[in-house]
């Protein structure tokens, strides 16, 4: 996994951010230097028949590490993340912004759905969206297609966005006093699970075509997350997919999770979706100076 190596680390690029990109802003860089020529050669995991590569510590293996030393790369790494992740919160709270964090495999439906949204939501309220991908910006042009503000970042060779990349996007953007921000992380149902953006939700998003057993085969991902949109529900009538077990799953590994059913390009059941947004952004917006009922058309109007 991405954190015992910090693999793709300094190759990300954001959209119109140049390298040289002055590092004034507030959140603190503890920028990490990878000098560190340690080798260790000790061996630490068993040879049971079990080859679970995942059963020590660090719940990974990396040839000539040991689980100790693999912990501790991990404990930087996450920690490091971690203080760009409160700054990002912090930032989003002070302004009323409502930031999802959409993971997934590659193809789920991440952006199908996302501009279905920004296009029946956007007469109603302000919505800004970060897409994750590690090349192309292919999937940023297709959210504005819709009319939608939203920039790429492209991760190189990393499998997941961090909290960093995300708080310079956030500097570029702009997102409105009050608008509900989609972060589009990269498809992969294993890293982002890992990596807090300071989001206030994770949403993940399975669709029917990849199996039932995603959710236990997968388990961090579902267990991050406090939503579960079960996709391309127009599918069912031509696959052989258990909704009911995909569901009990997935509440094996996380019995808090909120499970809708939708389909990206029929719309069916994205009601229920957008009710859940706007539920969230009430919930968020409670005791914040913004409760006060937005103009709407003030807002939009604003929105440069
Ligand atoms: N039948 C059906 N197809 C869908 C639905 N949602 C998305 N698709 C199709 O699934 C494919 C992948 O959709 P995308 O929206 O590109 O998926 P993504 O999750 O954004 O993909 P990545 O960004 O590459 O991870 C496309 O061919 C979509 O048309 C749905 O609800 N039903
Ligand atoms: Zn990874
Ligand atoms: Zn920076
Ligand atoms: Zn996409």
Same mark, same amino acid.
């Given at each position: 996994?991405?954190?015992? =190596?910090?693999?793709? $680390? ?9 390298d ?41 293996? #990396? ?9 501790? !790369?991990e ?5 490091? +993340? ?24 590659? *193809?789920?439906?991440?952006?199908t @759905? ?5 296009t ?10 970060? $897409?994750?991908?590690?090349?192309? &910006?292919?999937? #940023? %042009?297709? !959210? ?9 970042? +492209?991760?190189? /060779?990393? =499998? ?36 807090? @953006? ?7 998003? @399975?669709? !029917?075509?990849?199996?039932?057993? /995603? ?13 579960? @949109?079960?996709? /391309? ?9 258990d909704?009911?077990? =995909? ?6 590994? +996380? ?6 059913k ?5 719309? %069916? *059941? ?6 859940? !947004?706007? *539920? ?10 913004? &409760?006060?009922?937005? +103009? ?9």
């Amino acid at each position: 996994m991405c954190t015992v =190596c910090g693999c793709g $680390e300094g190759e990300s690029r954001i959209e119109g951010v140049t390298d040289d990109h002055d590092h004034s802003h507030s959140h603190d860089h503890p920028h990490h230097h990878h000098d560190d020529h340690e080798h260790e050669h000790s061996h630490a995991h068993g040879h049971g028949d079990d080859h679970h590569y995942g059963h020590g510590p660090a719940r990974a293996h #990396a040839p000539g590490m040991s689980q100790s030393r693999m912990v501790q !790369i991990e404990q930087d790494i996450l920690s490091k +993340n971690d203080q760009y992740a409160n700054a990002n919160r912090q930032m989003l709270a002070d302004q009323g912004i409502l930031a999802l964090n959409l993971v997934s495999s590659p *193809g789920s439906g991440k952006t199908t @759905l996302l501009t279905r949204t920004l296009t029946d939501l956007k007469d109603e309220l302000s919505l800004a969206v970060i $897409e994750g991908d590690q090349e192309t &910006s292919n999937d #940023a %042009e297709r !959210i504005r297609e819709t009319g939608a503000h939203a920039i790429q970042i +492209n991760t190189g /060779k990393g =499998c997941h966005l961090d909290a960093h990349q995300v708080g310079h996007a956030i500097e570029h953007l702009k997102p409105q006093t009050g608008s509900v921000l989609f972060i589009e992380n990269v498809g992969n149902l294993v890293c982002p699970a890992a990596f807090d @953006l300071g989001e206030a939700h994770k949403v993940a998003i @399975l669709s !029917i075509t990849e199996g039932e057993d /995603k959710p236990i085969k997968y388990p961090d991902m579902f267990h991050a997350a406090d939503l579960m @949109l079960l996709n /391309k529900i127009d599918l069912l009538p031509h696959l052989n997919f258990d909704v009911d077990k =995909c569901i009990a799953y997935a509440r094996r590994v +996380n019995p808090k999770l909120q499970v809708l059913k939708v389909s990206a390009t029929t719309g %069916e *059941g994205m009601s229920d979706w957008y009710a859940w !947004i706007r *539920g969230s952004r009430q919930l968020r917006l409670i005791g914040h100076p913004l &409760s006060e009922p937005l +103009n709407i058309a003030e807002s939009v109007k604003n929105h440069v």
